[in-house]
């Protein structure tokens, strides 16, 4: 939390709200302020180094939980939110690292061939 908090202060002060407030809150709402002045915010020496901290505590919350298994990223945007957040983990499942919507590779296929 304390990363996300002084890169808020850092980049997004006047999003920051006062104490007292819950941390959930807090972290909410500095990363929905973060997000919409991306890549802005992460353009400064400090913006880019709170950025990657955070990138390194995001990957390392994953391997704690077991969620390491991404094979390799997609290059096409994801069919339900459009963003290009797709992955292929080692089962062949294909998910999208953002709306979390997945799908087996048989289920993929069909969607792969889909019309664009």
């Known amino acids: 939390m304390k990363t996300v908090y ?7 002060a006047n999003s920051v709200p006062p104490p007292p407030v ?7 709402k500095i990363c929905d ?23 390194l505590l995001h990957q390392l919350s994953r391997r704690l ?8 990223r997609l290059g096409r945007p ?4 459009g963003l290009r957040s ?8 294909v998910t999208c690292s953002y709306c979390h919507v ?3 590779s048989e289920e993929w296929r069909a969607v792969d061939e889909q019309p664009g």
């Open 33 to 55: 302020s973060l997000g919409k002045k991306l890549p802005s915010s992460a353009a400064t020496e400090p913006g880019a180094h709170y950025a990657r901290r955070l990138l």
């Open 78 to 81: 994801c069919p339900r939110c």
């Open 102 to 104: 997945s799908w087996t």
């Open 6 to 12: 002084d890169w808020g202060l850092h980049s997004v």
């Open 22 to 28: 819950k941390s959930g809150t807090l972290v909410q």
């Open 65 to 72: 939980l077991g969620w390491s298994d991404t094979a390799f």
């Open 86 to 93: 797709l992955c292929v983990s080692i089962d062949r499942t």
